[in-house]
């Protein structure tokens, strides 16, 4: 652009190097910029960058979800604290997930942060991962032991990772110790209550987590189940959030954990607790409709009840065999074995068949195979041990009908015995004509579908029951969910579902994270042995969004193990009762403490009696309730005290502008460089269709401006967006994309794009580093724009105040010897008004490196003024901080102090070295503890100080 050159050109002094001031700038500019003016871009690029401030949300613009009340406030809270580190405690249901997804998005626009780690269960590592790549246009990978060094040599050579492991992975010393050598700025631990410790037992979990926990500046722990009613877990679980809010371990005993053993109230360690763990209650939240289950019973005809008899006594005895010798992996097979024959007959005639072709392959090989098997015994269990899907893991015992390892067990004569049992369970089960349970599913959905459902939602635990069950209901149109479809393929078939489909057929992979709210009914074909995954089938209608109450329907035969589960269901934990269903810390304790597959499986099996098995369950059950009811003591949960609808009218314009904005940048990007890796075409213009929010916050507005202009009716507004093919030309992919965030959440199939995305931020990057980024304008004064000197600024701010400013200073013209006469005045912009290419002159007009001083010292104070502010709204946050670091410290010294008295007493009725050498130890201890604390005093007072770097953007001469 001829109109633009290098400052340090036109002036002989490389102004951008001049050095800082303490300074702080005002809120930021936000413009709008419409020209095609390389210095219009790169502050646009900044304002996109920049867009946040302490009382918006950024990420609300950034993020594909329908936000709720409860996750805003608590991602606005943990986010304007100073140290965001947080308990997220909500009830099942409530989008524990979805909080952390948005503190995660708004810690990276707003402290940079880039290396982020996420350990979760094993089995929800995938989900986590969809759910910040659709939700929040994050990628995360999923490391594990198949590529961890890949992973780590990434991670490596990156200054931005995020990674998503299992804690069964991470916590194996081999692994943990490499990722602990690395810099993290966030750590999230999903389910923390696997982090366990008390005063008996430290887990391997805990002890990663204890260790990474110092190492990061943010750390997130979720879990509904933080502790199973001994205040000793929860205390250990807080230490990892903050060593000083509950004090040194022996104070914590004797004020909270002996007064509550007592009956004494909890009131004051609430207060405590109040400051860094967030619950909320379904009950609170509201929202919700109801949930209607039915239970399905039916009689199976004699040729059934004959096959699922004489299969039972095979599997009873089986896996008795397997767990007198100690063989897990038959055990696991035979649990499988038990629940197909409350699947499907098909299913469990294929598993049938398999393993009797297994057994007659192998029983011709034993003695080689045996040799080799005692070899690799400890590699196959570590193996089985880490599996991450357990859909796969089910699959694999269905498609192999057993292990390897049965055969070091097993003689000839015990294969015959077995192959022949075999061959007559098989041939029981081929007499059979009539699928009794079919036909029942036939009838209850044919009889639905009369009242006028359309849409229709089974599970199934197993693969080919799934494929049974889709032959079975011809006439309907059917689409099949599993874990074995890739992401596309996922979001196609729940795409295909709600627009044509009317039966969706999922295995338990569909039961993990899926809104599917818009169908009310739910059938439960087969049962898993799982209250928590049952309730995550339910979650998946019964869920926010859900206009209509839901129905459960559970399929059980009578006088079968699946009649058994469902009473345990229904009378022990009173799964289906309430109408928003009962807490997942119920759940997880009961499930936790009680194993409840194997339990249910010795009691199935003989090896305990129902008295057993039933006291058993209770006591957990129990047990269960008093944590819940502790935990509800501890915490009491707030009625939101937030309203959404007021927060979207107070943003709506931000959260607008904020996706025009980007829009607007990349699509002069891909003018300016067209041989990038992505591509857009406009497809068309589609009409907005606004959600039940939108519609109230549309009509309030409507409202407002008809009383304002004394009119009755105000035309509804329309709104539209534009939707794009984005072709990216590394992977070949094209898919349908939007810049709108609201489109983008009513149509899930479409690519979001916004921050995060690979192309939003290759533009950014490309303007804010752009080689011609500072540059210098003269511009023709127009109307409404003053002749004068502007100058933009980015004001970087460090220690306590992590955050950035753009500002912009104006100067007018005038004064002699080249300096105006006027003091320079801080100017905040709606928009850069330097845009119009007609406006640009070829002129080089030097500016003198003296107006750039004045400048730089009048935006010094005013973004002093503002950081003062900014301190002074923190100071009660400083100073808690302070307080608390004493008292914990306090506590710890006193303690130490005491025996030392009594150490020195000892030493001296008693002078031998041992006793010296006891007391040279806590006296060197208590020295160590007065130094950590004046350090830690010392690193929170530098936070407090107000300190940052000013960057001379740009340089606009209007004349």
Known sequence: MKASSSIKEMTGVDLFSLPAQPVEGENPVFVAARGSDLPALVYLAHRIRLSHSYDKLSSLSNSRTRLLPHQIEATHRVCSALRPRFLLADEVGLGKTIEAGLVMKELMLRKGYRRILVTTPATLTIQWQNEMRTRFNEEFLVMNRGNFNSVMAQAAKSESIRIITSIDFIKNEKYNEKILKMPWDMAVFDEAHRLRRDDNKITQGYQFADQIASRVDALLLLSATPFRGKLEELYYLIHLLDPH??????????EYVIPSRNGESVEQLRTKLEKILIRRRKVEVGGFTRRIARTVRFDLSPEERAFYDATTEYVKREYNIAMSEKNRAVGFVMIVFQKLLDS?????????????AMLEMRMHRTASFAERLVQEEDDFMDSLDSIEDEEYLVELAEELGGDDRSVLQKNLNDFRKEILTLSRLIQLGRRIRVDRKVVKLKEAVDQL?????????IFTQFRTTQEYLAEALEGYRVVQFHGSLNVKQKEDAIETFKRDDEVLICTEAGGEG???QFADILVNYDL????LKIEQRIGRIHRFGQKNDCLILNFCTRDTVAERVIEVLEQKIRLFEESIGPSDMLLGTVEDDLRFSRSLMDFISGRIGKNDFDEGLEERVSRARDSYNLLNQLVAPRFVDFNLNDYYRYTRRERRLDNGLIEDLVLRFLKIVPEGRFRLERLREVELLPDDREQEIVRAEQA????????RQIEERRETCTVYRLHDLHTEASEEATFDSDYALQNERLVFLAAGHPLIEQAIDYFMHHPERRTQLTVKRRRGLQPGLYLTWVIHYRSGLQFTDLAMSFRPAGGSDGLPDAEPAITILDRLPFEDDERLLPEMLAVHP???EACRKIVSEHALQRGQEVRRERNGLFRSEESKIEISFGKKIRQLEEKKDIERMRASQNPVPERKAVLTRTENELIKVRQEMQLQLSQLKAESRIEFDLELLQIYVVV
Do not use: D, M, V
């Open 449 to 457: 579908r009369k009242k006028g459902h359309k849409k229709f939602i």
């Open 850 to 852: 003296a107006e750039i």
């Open 245 to 254: 809010l509950l004090g040194p371990k022996h104070s914590f005993y004797n």
């Open 704 to 711: 407002e401006q008809a009383s304002r202009k004394g009119r």
């Open 344 to 356: 499907s007959t098909r299913a469990l005639l294929r598993a049938l068949e398999k393993r009797k």
């Open 528 to 531: 898993p042995w799982s209250p």
């Open 514 to 516: 899926r809104n599917l």
